[in-house]
């Protein structure tokens, strides 16, 4: 990497590093020009793109635009990977991420880019290394550091001991030693309009909070772990163990981290479990009247919460009538669709139902329209992933262990 940007929503630089050499800021403007082919939206240039003598490599995350600029040949997803780790370390240091923030604290910023990287190579990216080196910002220091030009020092100084592992401080002591795993798992999906299964895929995050004392070595069995096939773990993992004995063996990093994500391909119809029925049928004359029934399947016994269905209509509708057996509807004439919420519901003893009626002028498709499906299930994974044991080496003392799951919906398109 040569340079790295961070951009605000108008596409002005909050932040410049130059990595290795220097490169002109008009680079910048190289990008913004590929930027103003999509309309002026910067989520929908690709994410790895090339210019002129410039290949650029971005992700946006709220509302900024990580920016790296390339002049040779490096790998895109390294990239990739060391700008989601700054935008998760500035997370970690900052809490919410604004122009604003960043700016008033941009000693701190520019201190942590230079012990990201060295010479343009990621190097140091683990919060809890970082920490020790760089004390997160305080009132204090800000107020020091405006008066007297001193600079993160203070009542929160570092330690100087540092682990030997870059990933987990030296010396964690806690009064209580407790560890959670969160199963995270998101559901892309594509239904036809018989509430067939198009497409359909899990992607899942096992994220860990772990409050643990001293240097302890855990081991972690799943209940199935043969669905962890196409997976990525966090660094700490001993991935040579778990090819061998299929179990997650790790020194975890302290506090909250991502243990590992993993995609799972789900063909079979029946593991949905919120199933789609919509009809919809316009007439010669004019008429047409949309109805969708929602059924939950397979969750588990669990009820379905934060439902939302939006559906859209011609663009020349009118005379819109909706009313819904369960939850509130309503027609939002600016976008020509059906909003549909359900605070919860299970599909018991009915499943709830969504009746649409309107006219729209002759001619007009019958087919071709797409709806969204947004929706929480709390206490079920979807992939059958759970945790059913984990052991402790090095440490004498008997942890915590708390395990939750959740299912929730990602893109899930309904086609009408």
């Not at 990287?117 to 020091?144: C, F, K, Q, W």
Request: aromatic share 8%; hydrophobic share 35%; net charge negative.
């Amino acid at each position: 990497m040569d340079s790295l940007y961070i951009l605000n929503a108008s596409g002005g630089v909050v932040i410049e590093k130059q990595l290795r050499g220097s490169v002109d800021r008009a680079a910048v403007d190289c990008f913004l020009e590929l930027v103003e082919r999509q309309d002026g939206a910067m989520e929908e240039v690709e994410p790895v793109a090339r210019l002129y003598r410039h290949t650029f490599v971005h992700i946006v995350r709220d509302g900024l635009t990580y920016l790296a600029v390339l002049n040779r040949e490096v790998s895109p997803m390294l990239v990739l990977e060391f700008l989601q780790r700054v935008h998760d370390i500035f997370h970690d240091y900052f809490g919410d991420i604004t122009e604003v923030v960043l700016k008033d604290n941009f000693v701190t910023v520019y201190m942590l880019l230079e012990e990201m990287s060295d010479n343009g190579h990621p190097l140091m990216t683990e919060p809890n290394a970082l920490m020790e080196i760089i004390p997160p910002p305080t009132v204090y220091n800000r107020v020091m550091s405006t008066v007297a030009s001193v600079t993160n020092s203070g009542e929160h100084s570092p330690s100087g001991n540092i682990s030997n592992l870059p990933w987990r401080k030296a010396d964690v002591r806690y009064k209580t030693n407790e560890i959670y795993f969160d199963i995270i798992e998101e559901i892309n999906a594509i239904t036809d309009s018989k509430g067939g299964v198009v497409a359909a895929e899990i992607y899942g995050t096992v994220v860990c909070n772990c409050k643990l004392s001293g240097m302890p070595d855990l081991s972690v069995n799943f209940s199935n772990p043969n669905i962890l096939d196409d997976c990525s773990f966090h660094p700490c993992v001993r991935y040579k163990m778990f090819q061998t004995d299929r179990v997650v063996s790790f020194i975890p990093p302290d506090g909250q981290f991502k243990l590992l994500n993993y995609r799972v391909n789900l063909p079979y119809q029946q593991l949905l479990p919120v199933t789609v029925l919509p009809k919809l049928t316009i007439t010669q004359e004019g008429e047409g009247r949309l109805e969708v029934a929602l059924d939950v399947r397979h969750a588990g016994g669990k009820s379905v919460e934060d439902a939302r269905l939006t559906a859209p209509l011609p663009q020349r509708a009118s005379g819109v009538h909706v009313s819904a057996s369960q939850g509130h509807c309503q027609y939002e004439p600016s976008n020509k669709r059906v909003c549909w919420e359900i605070a919860n519901f299970s599909g018991k003893p009915r499943a709830p139902t969504l009746s649409a009626t309107f006219h729209c002028p002759e001619g007009t498709a019958k087919s071709g329209y797409t709806g969204q499906l947004d929706f929480r299930i709390d206490g079920y994974a979807v992939s059958g992933l759970r945790v059913n044991g984990m052991a402790l080496y090095g440490e004498s003392y008997t942890p915590y262990k708390g395990v939750r799951s959740v299912t929730k919906s990602g893109s899930y398109q309904v086609r009408l």
